[in-house]
């Protein structure tokens, strides 16, 4: 009666973590019990408690015990000891007490082995298991998942390989948890077509199952496989988990199925596992890339709810997507109420206004941010030279290179490099882009495209055609907006057959389907060379409906070339589209004027005052050292005006002077890193 209380009362101490009484409790019964059993199963308890309470001292004394009592390798202790030395990760007295206790049952080594791929020790795992079976000992269905996750996490193929051939021939070929971890380990592999048959043999399946082939196929990124299985897995009724859905959301996303991604998080949304934050994040790319703000607003607001919204990713997504979703004011409302700001905030940030051109807001911002103490990155540089290249902004594109020269981090990123050259081009210093292309260690298409498109805007096709080849033989494959660039070349340097040329091979040698964009280039060769019964024909034969602006090409060559007849054709096209550009009416009521079409000039003129049609004044960007400062024909109201005008009369004179007067400044200090590259 008395031991049995004894061990009621050890029990009660131990489940609730008391060790000093445990260990009084202990000793009584040691005093009082004549059954070795009953000491045992109390030290294994006392082991199991030290764990618990982590009391690494009061194991050592338990095992003291053991060795002193002559039960230090008793089958019933040896795996309680090896749990006790790997949970502190002593794992050689682990391994030692597995090798000197000749017990040949796997759950000691099963503990170990567990042990060490928990603590991320893949290769000792391996190596465990491998002195295991030297020892004759046979492995177990609790033995196999945590081999072969070591065995996936090193990616090694071959240990994995005997592992599996072990299975095979046991009792564990068909046990549920063993053939999870099978496949997992092949996904790790990228052997979807084994996984995927280890998978279909199974005659049980869960959820993990499922989940671990569609990850599988998803890592590979064969996701209409993925996409097949998930549907497989709803009709099923097997419950999804969150981590599934969010995969094959995700894909949906990498596919260019924004909708379908869409439409998984708001089923999502009506099951018990709910969402979670990177479906919130998912949801909320999808809203961006679709310009669905109203749905975007839904999931910001199950954010706050959720307490989402406090994380970093989901607010930068947040800011994302309502800058891309042309709602700058809450995008910024977003970024204002962030505290402590990372630089991939700032990044969203600057990023938002970049895309929509407003480039003194993104410079403000850019100011602001190392203000803050940060400097830009990869990312941050990614965003804001794009801007510079589409606005021309020249001064920016010079300071930002310099940073770049200073920061050895930057060599490699060809991207950069590329913006670069891109920035240069645009701004017509097609010289220094050319310097720029030259210092990279590796140029890509977009490196090409860049010098082609800038040479071609500045009538230099032969040159823009002679990189086209140098790219070609350098092993280079363009892409379409690479022959957009070079047929675009070819037309404003008239060079037509060659523009006839690259358009046929384009098709033949480089398997690019010609689209709208490639029709317009065709179409503009031909009319910049009077050709416009061909430019004609290209409208009418290609499978897609003509924009406002290649009716508006169409239509400045035949007023150009004196052609009324196509001009008038085009004129009418161009007047049914009902364009919002005021420009194009011009060109329509040009185009009539010179045929004499009076009353259809008429026409135009009431057309243009009932559609509130207006012209809108020339204007321009004016660098002013310290900003940019816009300015509109006729416009005496700015307060630069008395400098601007002087200005431009000044810059009349000049252009009317002898060409190639150059002004010589003396060169600061970035100019002079800038020199050093070429």
């Given at each position: 009666?008395l031991?049995?209380?004894?061990?009621?009362?050890l029990?009660?101490?131990?489940?609730?973590?008391?060790?000093?009484e445990?260990?009084?409790?202990?000793?009584?019964?040691?005093?009082?019990?004549?059954?070795?059993g009953?000491?045992?199963?109390s030290?294994?308890?006392?082991?199991?408690?030290?764990?618990?309470?982590?009391?690494?001292?009061?194991?050592l004394?338990?095992?003291?015990?053991?060795?002193?009592?002559?039960?230090?390798?008793?089958?019933?202790?040896?795996?309680k000891?090896?749990?006790?030395?790997?949970?502190?990760?002593?794992?050689s007295?682990?391994?030692s007490?597995?090798?000197?206790?000749?017990?040949l049952?796997?759950?000691?080594?099963?503990v170990?082995i567990?042990?060490?791929?928990?603590?991320?020790?893949?290769e000792?795992a391996?190596?465990?298991?491998?002195?295991?079976?030297?020892?004759?000992?046979?492995?177990?269905a609790?033995?196999?998942?945590s081999?072969?996750?070591?065995?996936?996490?090193?990616?090694?193929?071959?240990?994995?390989?005997?592992?599996?051939?072990?299975?095979?021939?046991?009792?564990?070929?068909?046990?549920?948890?063993?053939?999870?971890?099978?496949?997992?380990?092949?996904k790790?592999?990228?052997?979807?077509?084994?996984a995927?048959?280890?998978?279909?043999?199974?005659?049980?399946?869960?959820?993990?199952s499922?989940?671990a082939?569609?990850?599988?196929?998803?890592?590979?990124?064969?996701?209409?496989?993925?996409?097949?299985?998930f549907?497989?897995?709803?009709?099923s009724?097997?419950e999804?988990?969150?981590?599934?859905?969010?995969?094959?959301?995700g894909?949906?996303?990498?596919t260019?199925?924004?909708?379908?991604?869409?439409?998984?998080?708001?089923?999502?949304r009506?099951?018990?596992?709910?969402?979670?934050?990177?479906?919130?994040?998912?949801?909320?790319?999808?809203?961006?890339?679709?310009?669905?703000?109203?749905?975007?607003?839904?999931?910001?607001a199950l954010?706050?709810?959720?307490?989402y919204d406090?994380i970093?990713?989901?607010?930068n997504?947040?800011?994302?997507?309502?800058?891309?979703?042309d709602?700058?004011?809450?995008?910024?409302?977003?970024f204002?109420?962030?505290?402590?700001?990372s630089?991939?905030?700032?990044?969203?940030?600057i990023?938002?206004?970049?895309?929509v051109?407003?480039?003194?807001?993104?410079?403000?911002l850019?100011?602001?941010?190392m203000?803050?103490?940060?400097?830009?990155?990869?990312?941050?540089?990614?965003?804001?030279l794009?801007?510079c290249?589409?606005?021309?902004?020249?001064?920016?594109?010079?300071?930002f290179?310099?940073?770049?020269?200073?920061?050895?981090?930057?060599?490699?990123?060809?991207?950069l490099?590329?913006?670069?050259?891109?920035?240069?081009?645009?701004?017509?210093?097609?010289?220094?882009?050319?310097?720029?292309?030259?210092?990279?260690?590796?140029r890509?298409?977009?490196?090409?495209?860049?010098?082609?498109?800038?040479?071609?805007?500045?009538?230099?096709?032969?040159?823009a055609?002679?990189?086209?080849?140098?790219?070609?033989?350098s092993?280079?494959?363009?892409?379409?907006?690479?022959?957009?660039?070079?047929?675009?070349?070819?037309?404003?340097?008239n060079?037509?057959?060659?523009?006839?040329?690259?358009?046929?091979?384009?098709?033949?040698?480089?398997?690019?389907?010609p689209?709208?964009?490639?029709?317009?280039?065709m179409?503009d060769?031909?009319g910049?060379?009077?050709?416009l019964?061909?430019?004609?024909?290209?409208?009418?034969?290609?499978p897609?409906?003509?924009?406002?602006?290649?009716?508006?090409?169409?239509?400045n060559?035949?007023?150009?070339h004196?052609?009324?007849?196509?001009?008038?054709?085009?004129?009418?096209?161009?007047?049914e589209?009902?364009p919002?550009?005021?420009?194009?009416y011009?060109?329509?009521?040009?185009?009539?004027?010179?045929?004499?079409?009076?009353?259809?000039?008429?026409?135009?003129?009431t057309?243009?005052?009932?559609?509130?049609?207006?012209?809108?004044?020339?204007?321009?960007?004016?660098?002013?050292?310290?900003?940019?400062s816009?300015?509109?024909?006729g416009d005496?109201?700015?307060p630069?005006?008395?400098?601007?005008?002087?200005?431009?009369?000044?810059?009349?004179?000049l252009?009317?002077a002898?060409?190639?007067?150059?002004i010589?400044?003396?060169?600061?200090s970035?100019?002079?890193?800038?020199?050093?590259?070429?």
């Open positions: 009666m031991i049995e209380s004894l061990l009621k009362s029990g009660h101490y131990v489940s609730r973590g008391r060790l000093h445990a260990f009084q409790a202990f000793s009584l019964l040691r005093l009082q019990s004549s059954s070795g009953v000491v045992l199963q030290t294994a308890s006392l082991l199991s408690a030290c764990v618990d309470v982590r009391s690494f001292s009061s194991g004394q338990i095992h003291a015990h053991c060795v002193s009592s002559g039960v230090g390798y008793d089958p019933a202790l040896v795996p000891l090896v749990a006790f030395y790997s949970s502190f990760n002593l794992h007295e682990a391994l007490i597995n090798e000197n206790s000749g017990i049952h796997p759950l000691p080594w099963n170990l567990g042990s060490y791929a928990k603590n991320e020790l893949f000792e391996i190596a465990a298991y491998r002195r295991m079976v030297s020892k004759g000992i046979r492995p177990d609790f033995t196999y998942p081999v072969l996750k070591a065995c996936g996490e090193t990616l090694d193929f071959s240990s994995g390989r005997v592992v599996h051939g072990s299975i095979e021939v046991s009792s564990c070929k068909c046990n549920l948890y063993v053939c999870n971890a099978l496949i997992s380990m092949y790790r592999f990228g052997n979807v077509g084994v995927r048959r280890l998978f279909d043999r199974m005659s049980e399946r869960d959820a993990v499922w989940n082939v569609i990850s599988c196929y998803a890592s590979e990124g064969m996701w209409s496989e993925a996409f097949e299985l549907d497989q897995m709803w009709f009724g097997v999804v988990s969150v981590i599934t859905w969010n995969i094959v959301s894909g949906c996303l990498q260019g199925n924004y909708a379908g991604a869409l439409g998984l998080v708001s089923r999502m009506s099951f018990l596992t709910g969402l979670d934050h990177v479906a919130v994040i998912i949801g909320l790319k999808a809203c961006s890339l679709l310009g669905a703000r109203r749905l975007g607003k839904e999931i910001h954010a706050i709810r959720s307490s406090g970093d990713n989901v607010r997504t947040l800011i994302t997507m309502y800058s891309r979703c709602d700058l004011r809450h995008a910024f409302i977003v204002q109420q962030t505290e402590g700001k630089l991939s905030t700032w990044n969203s940030i990023s938002g206004y970049a895309q051109n407003r480039s003194e807001e993104a410079s403000y850019l100011r602001e941010m203000v803050d103490g940060l400097q830009p990155n990869s990312i941050t540089l990614a965003s804001i794009p801007l290249a589409r606005v021309a902004n020249l001064q920016h594109g010079k300071e290179h310099c940073y770049i020269l200073r920061r050895k981090c930057f060599k490699d990123y060809t991207m490099w590329n913006s670069l050259v891109d920035v240069y081009a645009k701004s017509g210093e097609i010289v220094a882009a050319k310097r720029v292309s030259d210092s990279m260690n590796e890509d298409e977009v490196t090409y495209t860049s010098l082609i498109d800038g040479y071609g805007n500045q009538g230099e096709g032969r040159v055609l002679a990189l086209f080849n140098d790219m070609i033989v092993g280079i494959k363009p892409d379409h907006i690479t022959m957009v660039a070079v047929l675009s070349a070819c037309s404003h340097s060079l037509v057959h060659e523009g006839q040329r690259l358009y046929k091979t384009m098709q033949c040698e480089y398997n690019i389907r689209c709208l964009q490639h029709f317009s280039c179409v060769l031909y910049r060379a009077g050709l019964g061909e430019a004609r024909d290209i409208i009418q034969r290609m897609y409906e003509p924009s406002s602006a290649m009716w508006a090409t169409l239509l060559a035949c007023h150009i004196g052609n009324t007849e196509i001009g008038e054709w085009a004129a009418e096209k161009l007047l589209m009902k919002d550009h005021p420009g194009y011009v060109l329509i009521a040009n185009m009539y004027a010179a045929a004499g079409s009076w009353s259809k000039l008429a026409e135009v003129r057309f243009m005052r009932d559609l509130g049609v207006k012209k809108a004044p020339g204007s321009a960007w004016i660098d002013t050292g310290s900003g940019f816009l300015f509109s024909v005496t109201s700015s630069r005006a008395c400098d601007t005008y002087p200005l431009l009369d000044g810059l009349n004179q252009m009317k002898a060409a190639g007067y150059a010589n400044e003396e060169k600061n970035d100019d002079e890193l800038l020199q050093e590259v070429g």
